[in-house]
């Protein structure tokens, strides 16, 4: 395994509560931020809610431990997190014709994809030579809709969601690491007093994972595989590469593809859609805010992977609670969690002046939901910006 490459020591003396405040905030923040778009996700492809809670369930668990494993072999502060723009896809994707079978047998396609990465060096290469702007605009179009749910839902029911917004608004300003997880909480807390949730079973909040024979299809692999292993490579294991290197940190490619790709084959039957390399939380272990010692963040890391582990054994209740909630009010949360993403999406899409017009019909494409022959539109977005990329390089002189 790798060992950091962070400079030496901080004179001060490791701070362990500074490692267990981190991995504390990270596993929180991590849930917290996204669990409403993984429920949504797993539904829009044909899961029963109590299978979208075994999903959650074994998504988040599997996370927990590859971090665990992760941190705890390489001694870097390695953060692994579900596919959370991978779940935003799937709530585009529509169920499959094979229903949710077919939707697990996509999901262990991506997952033997993440580790043949791993095994192969070549097919990071493929994955890298999709234009950076075309896979931002892919994800950018599947997020259109989801970010549109706030709107929607503060004009359906402005006394119910609009609290929600306000607060995810208000801490934007004030302190940004926490406006999602405090406008989730809100949600949350709202939709404890709805009588849908009062009449929840206890039954209903114990933890439950439900086996899914996977179906294998062709549609499996082009609508679902394909789509969430590109999204999931290039807005997540790339990028996380990237966060832990502005750190100071060579992050071990070849075993972090390994073990999440293992991780989600297996996570896979109990609907686990896939684990990656995190980004956006990686940097709360693995900065400043993991401890003064670069060489010991590590251990905030393993803190946050435990913190997951237990996260997932309340996951049901979250899974029944969020699912039994009014309508619209926990899909406007979520689409507030996303609202950044979507942001830095567009931006990676149309920074770039040489990719415009094949980011702006991969995004055209994307948003048009149109699927043919039961694949995605996710699919036929990347297709035709990649052939659009094509043809004008070839054309232009």
Request: with cysteine.
């Amino acid at each position: 395994m790798t060992t950091p490459t962070a400079g030496p020591a901080a004179a001060t003396p490791p701070d362990r509560g500074t490692h267990v405040a981190a991995g504390v905030v990270t596993a929180l923040v991590g849930f917290t931020s996204a669990f409403a778009v993984v429920l949504g996700g797993l539904r829009a492809v044909g899961a029963t809610p109590t299978q979208a809670a075994s999903g959650l369930l074994a998504v988040t668990v599997a996370m927990g431990a590859a971090t665990v494993l992760l941190a705890w072999r390489t001694r870097l502060p390695i953060t692994v997190a579900w596919s959370t723009p991978g779940a935003a896809l799937l709530a585009t994707t529509g169920t499959a014709a094979g229903g949710w079978p077919e939707a697990v047998g996509g999901f262990l396609v991506c997952g033997l994809l993440l580790a043949a990465v791993g095994l192969w060096r070549r097919l990071e290469r493929w994955v890298r030579l999709i234009p950076v702007p075309i896979a931002s605009a892919m994800l950018a179009g599947v997020l259109v809709d989801l970010c549109l749910q706030p709107v929607l839902a503060v004009v359906d029911r402005p006394l119910l969601v609009g609290p929600v917004v306000l607060v995810w608004l208000v801490l934007l300003r004030l302190a940004p690491r926490w406006a999602t997880p405090a406008a989730i909480g809100l949600a949350v807390a709202l939709a404890l007093a709805s009588p849908g949730v009062r009449d929840l079973a206890a039954a209903d909040l114990l933890p439950s994972p439900t086996w899914t024979t996977p179906a294998l299809t062709w549609g499996s692999v082009v609508s679902v595989a394909v789509p969430l292993f590109v999204v999931t490579m290039a807005s997540q294991n790339i990028p996380g590469v990237a966060v832990l290197a502005g750190f100071g940190f060579a992050a071990p490619l070849r075993p972090v593809m390994l073990v999440t790709g293992i991780g989600t084959v297996l996570a896979t039957p109990f609907g686990g859609h896939a684990i990656n390399l995190a980004a956006i939380s990686a940097a709360l272990a693995a900065g400043p805010e993991g401890g003064p010692d670069p060489r010991r963040r590590w251990r905030a890391a393993v803190v946050a992977g435990l913190g997951y582990l237990v996260l997932g054994a309340g996951s049901a209740a979250v899974a029944a609670v969020a699912l039994a909630a009014p309508a619209g009010l926990i899909a406007a949360a979520a689409g507030l969690a996303l609202v950044g993403t979507l942001a830095s999406s567009l931006a990676g899409a149309f920074a770039p002046t040489t990719h415009r017009e094949a980011a702006a019909v991969t995004l055209l494409v994307t948003v048009s939901g149109v699927s043919v022959g039961g694949v995605s539109a996710a699919f036929w977005g990347l297709l035709a910006g990649v052939l659009t990329h094509v043809t004008l390089r070839v054309t232009r002189p």
